[in-house]
């Protein structure tokens, strides 16, 4: 069956979804996004997307004119329409419809997107295998420019990050934050295992606070492993034992490889494969 993409209030066939060219999230890239996933009928994490997306509205003042409730129904709506149950929604909130300024208050009303399909970011090999990564000269974003703890749809520096990847030959990045400490991926937060705890970028350091993230340190912390949120260099990487990346697309993927150096023993690593099993099992089974 063809897909349909709620925009405003209506379900529309993929071929005549449309947003007008005056948009301002066209235009500027303004506005804010949640990328989501469903297993087996259900939404994983549902209430922690939409409460990270109206934080992110919030701090760049967009009024999202549903209430939370009514987002969490519409993206259950979004699922049934298109039949599916295990799928990738991306909710998307714009600025909406204005002028060719900057001035937000020209836009009317926001507007709202849900796209439910289906996604594969990585290969199913790359899981038993690993990822080879790079450090790129991109930083990430200054929070005091540009949080990166908001989730807005314009993602250039994430992108450029992209790029410089994909010319290193590589699918995934590493982005240092302007002290030149690591703070995350182009589309994924990063742990590493060091002596057996689990080593992850504090929130302080520039970056996104990450659901799957966040699920990987409960998993972990309920498995007795020791987790701590601190700062991490490149020289950290380099002599962990074990590295993984996680994201709603990646969910946990192990990295081997970072800039041309094998970590560890150059295989995934047995902590890595732990807790991919434990977010395997909890997806599986519906948790929340």
Not at 59 to 83: F, W, Y
Not at 118 to 126: A, F, G, K
Not at 163 to 174: D, F, N, T, Y
Not at 219 to 240: N, Q, S, W, Y
């Amino acid at each position: 069956m063809g897909r349909k993409i709620y925009i405003d209030g209506e379900f529309y066939e993929k071929d005549k979804a449309r947003i007008s060219v005056f948009d301002h999230g066209l235009l500027y890239g303004d506005g804010v996004f949640e990328g989501i996933r469903a297993y087996n009928g259900r939404i994983f994490r549902c209430r922690a997307h939409v409460d990270r997306l109206y934080e992110s509205a919030r701090a760049i003042a967009l009024d999202i004119p549903m209430t939370r409730d009514e987002m969490a129904a519409k993206l259950r709506e979004a699922l049934e329409v298109n039949g599916l149950t295990d799928a990738y929604i991306r909710l998307v909130v714009t600025r909406g419809v204005g002028d060719l300024g900057l001035d937000p208050n020209k836009c009317a009303r926001p507007s709202i997107i849900i796209i439910a399909d289906s996604i594969t970011l990585y290969p199913p090999e790359l899981y038993s295998r690993g990822l080879d990564v790079v450090t790129v000269s991109t930083l990430r974003n200054h929070p005091n420019a540009l949080s990166p703890r908001i989730k807005s749809l314009n993602y250039l520096n994430n992108i450029l990050a992209k790029i410089e990847g994909l010319q290193a030959g590589v699918s995934e990045a590493i982005m240092l934050n302007q002290e030149g400490y690591v703070a995350e991926c182009t589309g994924d937060n990063i742990f590493i295992v060091r002596q057996g705890a689990l080593l992850t970028p504090g929130l302080h350091t520039g970056m996104l606070d990450g659901i799957t993230r966040g699920v990987v340190i409960e998993l972990a912390r309920k498995a007795g492993i020791e987790v701590r949120e601190t700062i991490l260099t490149r020289f950290d990487l380099f002599v962990a034992d074990e590295c993984f990346l996680t994201g709603t697309a990646a969910e946990i993927i192990p990295v081997v490889r970072i800039d041309g150096r094998s970590i560890g023993d150059g295989k995934p690593g047995p902590i890595t494969g732990r807790l991919l099993g434990m977010f395997r099992e909890l997806t599986r089974n519906g948790g929340e």
